[in-house]
C-alpha cells in the first residue's frame, strides 16, 4: 500500500461542504491573527504551489475573499484513510485554540483535533492529467482498532487475548484477518501470529505497527514490544523467530 493518502475535494463558498476538512490550533488570539508559515515555522500541512493558485482563485470570485481562510479538518475516517472538509470561512469566526496561519496569501484555519492527523500533509491537484479537485496527501493513518470499546482483567495474557477477541480481531475482520497470542516473552515482549487475510500480506507490517502493537502497548502496560512470528513467506524468513 502507499504511504500517501490521497482524497478529492474541492473548496467552494462559507460555510460549504466539499468533502475532508479542518483543524484548529491554540495560536490564535479572540479575533484570530495569521502566523505566518515562513521563516522557517513548521506548519501541520502545506499547500503546494499549483493547489494555491487554484485555491486562490476560487476564494477571488467569493464576496468577501479578504475575510475568508480556508478551514481543513479532518471529520473521521474511510476505511484505512482519513476523511476530510474543506470549507471557506471567516477568519473573525475562528475558535481560540485553532491553528491558523499562512501559506503564501491563502490563510488555513486547522481546529486543533485535527493537528496531528494533518502533520506532514499536504493539500494538492491530482496527480491524474485532467481530473479535477484537490487532494490531501497524508501520510498519516486513522488507528483502525479506535471505534471498539474493550473490557480487560485477569493476567497479562488473558487481557492481551480479551483485547484480541473484542477490539482487534473484529478490526482486522474486515480484511479476512485476524491474529493470535503465541506466547510471552521474557514478560514484556508478546509474541504474536496473523493468519486469513493478514498472514503475507504485503502491508501486514503496517497492521501490526499501526493496529495490533499500537493497541496491546496502549492497553496492557506489562508490554513494551510486540513481536511477529508470523510465517509469512511459508515457512522462509518469518519475522521473529526464538534465538
Known sequence: MDDTTTTDTTATGPG?????????????????????????????????????????SILAAEDDPDSL???IEVTGSKGAEYAYDLSFEERALAEPEDLVYNQGELVVMIPIDSVDPLWGATLDLP?????????????????????YDVNLSGTVSERINQLLEQSINPALASHGGFA?????????????????????????????????????LEHIPEITEVLDATDHAAGENPFYTDA
Not at 127 to 147: E, Y
Not at 192 to 213: E, N, P
Open 180 to 216: 493470535k497470542l503465541e506466547r510471552i516473552v521474557e514478560d514484556t515482549k508478546a509474541v504474536v501470529t496473523m493468519g486469513g487475510g493478514c498472514q503475507g500480506c504485503a502491508v501486514s507490517a503496517m497492521t501490526l505497527r499501526d493496529g495490533i502493537q499500537k493497541s496491546i
Open 16 to 56: 460549504a461542504d466539499t468533502g475532508p476538512a479542518p483543524i484548529v490550533s491554540p495560536f490564535a488570539p479572540a479575533a484570530p491573527a495569521a502566523v505566518p508559515a515562513d521563516g522557517g515555522k513548521a506548519v501541520p500541512l502545506k499547500v503546494s504551489d499549483a493547489a494555491l493558485e487554484q485555491v486562490m
Open 127 to 147: 496527480s491524474a492529467s485532467g481530473q479535477g479537485g484537490l487532494v490531501i496527501r497524508n501520510p498519516n493513518r486513522p488507528d483502525p482498532m479506535s471505534a
Open 69 to 71: 481562510g480556508l478551514r
